[in-house]
């Protein structure tokens, strides 16, 4: 599979962002998806997962009450809205997904073998 996250951009502190993880190649209908980023000197961290049937949701502590993860497997696409944004934020943020089938959500950077093209977000202060 391969995954595209887009809706980058600059945006001011407490404003919001919508991004999107667009797949093709396969249906990713029946994987878990998940949010990392990684800011500048940093190592890539989790952000959000999302069950493969949507029911289930993870969030970090850190974007907990302010970022929500959906997805719509008609369109094959996963989305991350981000809103009360501050500069800690700032990052490149990166989609991934399982590679087994109904595995369950997945927080470390071990349990995914596909990822997409990240899409920066930078929130100005």
């Known amino acids: 599979v391969q995954l595209q996250a887009s809706g980058g951009g600059l945006v001011q502190a407490g404003g919001s962002l919508r991004l999107s993880c667009a797949a093709s190649?396969?249906?990713?209908?029946?994987?878990?998806i998940s949010w990392f980023r990684q800011a500048p000197g940093e190592e890539r961290e989790f952000v959000a997962g999302?069950?493969?049937?949507?029911?289930?949701?993870i969030y970090a502590d850190s974007v907990k009450g302010r970022f929500t993860i959906s997805r719509d497997n008609a369109k094959n696409t996963v989305s991350l809205q981000m809103t009360s944004l501050n500069s800690e934020d700032t990052a490149v943020y990166y989609c991934?997904?399982?590679?087994?089938?109904?595995?369950?959500?997945?927080?470390?950077?071990?349990?995914?073998?596909?990822w997409g093209q990240g899409t920066q977000v930078t929130v100005s202060s």
């Open positions: 190649g396969r249906s990713i209908s029946m994987y878990a």
């Open positions: 991934a997904s399982r590679n087994s089938r109904f595995a369950e959500i997945a927080t470390s950077l071990r349990d995914f073998d596909s």
């Open positions: 999302i069950s493969w049937s949507g029911v289930s949701r």
